[in-house]
């Protein structure tokens, strides 16, 4: 099974998978409530049955243990999930409600979803140990009694430890890693400069930490970051400003302005806080659908390898891993929907505040524009410099000039219209969207605009060049 794929194919209708976690969670605490009713079980009769077993003894008394548990279950779980879509449905896309009423929700739900898996398990195996031992009559020890039973055994105490190992990666905290350096207004005082006139005008605070890096894209984060480069490694705390070093190779210090000026439109606009808040459960869940995978492959190698006893062992160990994943697919399509949109919100908010901080607010949408030619170099650009050490920004410059020379403003830039910037998390909106919210016709927008570099942002890094060595990978 293939667990993107499940995950798109209800991302239109993500209600339907609560439907099913409804069916597939309720159906063994259910039907072992319904067979202790229908054969009318009192402890006399149970004592009778657990006093003469077909093959070993069991404490009657868990009969009465796993009912309660059963019983919980029943009215725990439809509750949970039936609160999942209310409060779903009534958050919308109010980024504040998401934070204060969903991901509480959220994690409220996912240990109770989880502790019940494993319960239910442990009530089907129980279930099914007493059902052959004590209740049915006597059946001889042929393959065909043990085959299925102890296929049975097996499917329940392999997916039992691998709904473990899920649970584990799952709970287990993940930090954002950045190659990059950490620099200071001792190293870079013209750069800080810029940033903290652009935080006094936006009226937020100088982010705790500014990184130099060589990934594409610029960022804004209040998640824990691990920094890292060829000299050393380190966890950073606070809020954290994330510059590509190379990109300014072709950015204007107006530009440069802009972009800042939004990036830290995020820390006043509390987007930075939602973030934090969203961005780990979102992390945590893209990352770990990788474990269903994993588990779904070993059940359909039991099934393909073991005969009989692996296809029936296979079938229990798929059943509890859809049982687990649905509810947890249900909730990622229903966040990253919202995030998406919420995000988008966010990113028009942040270009208006940006584009208003430069003495052109056309400098925003040239900057953005740019990030477009930016990526579409950098994407082959360690492919030429890692086995010949060459410097990044050497290459860069160099690939640029071909680019460039071959650029067609009519046809190049409809396709720059399109693009959406890369981010570690957050959704973009389109370029043409983004020059819209700002009040910029497409026909203000020249070839010009786009080779022009001066007055350079990399005029504001001194020793640039011991930088790009140390990012040159």
Not at 48 to 61: G, R
Not at 72 to 78: G, K, T
Not at 172 to 180: R, S
Not at 299 to 313: D, F, P, R, W
Request: glycine content about 4%.
């Amino acid at each position: 099974m293939n667990v993107l794929k499940h995950i798109h194919d209800y991302e239109k209708s993500s209600y339907q998978l609560i439907g099913q976690s409804f069916f597939l969670f309720l159906v063994i605490p259910a039907s072992y409530l319904i067979f202790l009713n229908a054969m009318g079980l009192n402890e006399e009769i149970i004592i009778q049955k657990f006093q003469s077993p077909n093959f070993f003894n069991v404490n009657f008394k868990y009969v009465y243990y796993l009912e309660t548990i059963s019983k919980y279950l029943c009215i725990i779980l439809p509750v949970n999930f039936l609160l999942l879509l209310l409060i779903n449905y009534y958050v919308g896309l109010d980024h504040n409600k998401v934070t204060s009423i969903y991901i509480p929700l959220y994690k409220i739900t996912w240990p109770i979803i989880k502790i019940s898996s494993l319960l239910i398990i442990i009530i089907f195996t129980f279930f099914i140990t007493i059902l052959f031992n004590n209740i049915f009559p006597p059946i001889p020890m042929r393959a065909w009694t043990i085959v299925p039973l102890g296929a049975t055994a097996l499917g329940c105490f392999g997916v039992f430890f691998m709904i473990i190992d899920i649970i584990r990666k799952f709970d287990k905290k993940n930090y954002m890693q950045i190659y990059g350096i950490k620099v200071s207004v001792k190293d870079q005082p013209d750069l800080f400069k810029m940033i903290s006139n652009c935080s006094k005008k936006i009226k937020t605070e100088v982010p705790e930490n500014v990184i130099l890096g060589s990934t594409d894209g610029f960022f804004v984060t209040s998640s824990d970051v691990i920094v890292f480069n060829k000299e050393n490694a380190k966890v950073l705390k606070g809020k954290t400003l994330y510059i590509p070093l190379i990109y300014l190779e072709i950015l204007t210090k107006d530009e440069l302005t802009s972009i800042i000026g939004h990036e830290l439109a995020h820390f006043s606009g509390e987007d930075t806080e939602y973030a934090l808040k969203f961005n780990p459960i979102i992390f945590s869940l893209k990352q770990k659908f990788a474990s269903f995978d994993k588990g779904f492959e070993e059940a359909k190698e039991n099934e393909n390898e073991s005969g009989l006893t692996g296809k029936i062992g296979g079938f229990f160990m798929r059943f509890f891993l859809v049982m687990l994943l649905n509810p947890v697919a249900y909730i990622a399509i229903n966040l990253i929907k919202k995030d998406s949109k919420i995000c988008i919100n966010q990113e028009l908010r942040a270009d208006k505040i940006g584009s208003s901080l430069c003495n052109n607010k056309k400098s925003l949408i040239t900057g953005l524009c740019k990030f477009y030619i930016f990526s579409h170099i950098y994407n082959n650009l360690y492919e030429e410099t890692s086995d010949k050490k060459k410097s990044l920004t050497k290459t860069f410059n160099k690939n640029l000039k071909t680019y460039m020379s071959n650029f067609n403003i009519k046809k190049d830039l409809k396709n720059i219209m399109e693009y959406e910037m890369i981010h570690p998390s957050d959704t973009h909106p389109p370029i043409k969207d983004r020059m819209k919210n700002i009040g910029i016709n497409i026909k203000q927008i020249s070839k010009s605009d786009l080779e022009k570099k001066t007055p350079a942002a990399t005029e504001l890094i001194i020793n640039y060049d011991y930088y790009d060595e140390i990012l040159s990978i």
